[in-house]
């Protein structure tokens, strides 16, 4: 049984290092936040997308995205946890109720990609930003969502291209349907954590 009152100490002696080491400065902190919360709505808008989908019927799509939403939720996760990690503090954002409705697959695969495109943009951002700074651990930890966005903009392309061939054919949107969760893009992004 650990000694409580080394328990404490040692708590004490975290929040002393959290306080007065901060290697994460205020500028970096202030863009990560940015992007957790920007992680926050691209969860929340696949999650909505899902529901979406599910209600319609369609299935398959409807996992596809729900999956979609919890990785998202991993991406803020996982930056919520660096931010701390490094003596900053990361905020949890409100975020504003997605679109609920969508017209069609199309409707919904084409706003996915147009959110993706701002995702990758806003990283890029950040990675500049990091050089601008000299911020080299931060630069090296964004490298893993420089690859993971090539990975979901290709993935999104491909989907819509798949979409735009099948039309309102019924039969392929329900093949679609059946077979989204097995759609896949290989490219060289690291290993998920
Ligand atoms: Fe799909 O955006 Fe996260 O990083």
Redesign the pocket.
Known sequence: MPDPVLILIFRLILSFVRQNCIVVNKKIEKILNKQIEA?AV?SHLYLAMASWADNAGMNGTANFLYVHAEE?RM?MLKLVKFVNERGGKADIPSIPAPKQNFDSLTDVFSRLQEH?LM?TNM?NEVVFVCLQEKDYTTHNFMQW?VA??LE?EALARNILDKLKMIGNDKGGLYLFDRDIETFQVVTKAPAKP
Request: charged share 45%.
């Open positions: 992680e691209s998202e991406h993706e995702v990283i969502y993971e966005q979901e």
